[in-house]
């Protein structure tokens, strides 16, 4: 377990532009909620995302990053992402301990903080099909757009597989 400072978002730009992937950031108030947040759909195009962090009975660890305005049946979803039960949410103490972010600035850019490979990162198939999507960068105060395909670059550049699942309905 890695006791590691989280990494700040400056760190997370260095990180992308080192992958060579374009990305864009816009400053706004905090957002803790998709309905405080589409307030800025207008100035930011593309999909937008929320976050679930969950885990099974065996703290088997995952994050499901889907379109904002979808539902994930979390009675099923276990049985499309591989978890050993039906899945809860995770307790706050290990999102920051694992993703290094609050509840409210969860993202699937968290996943730079999880050297220890604890969580498994699943994109919902139906965001993919946004060319752009928005997530938080590591902080609420901010939306980051960047490519969906750049977003799966990302993701295993940090050493996790994106697994690409239809967990919406």
Known sequence: MSNAEPKTQTELFQFLDSLGIAHKTKQHEPVFTVAESVALR??????HTKNLFVKDKKDNYFLLTVE?????????????IGAASKVSFGRPEKLIEYLGVIPGAVTAFGVINDAGQNVKIIIDQDLMQDEIV??????NDATTSIASKDLLRFIEATGHEPLVLKVTS
């Open 68 to 80: 904002e305005h979808a539902t994930v049946d979390l009675k099923t979803v276990h049985t499309i």
């Open 134 to 139: 928005n997530c938080h960068p590591l902080s």
């Open 42 to 47: 207008d100035e930011i195009p593309g999909g």
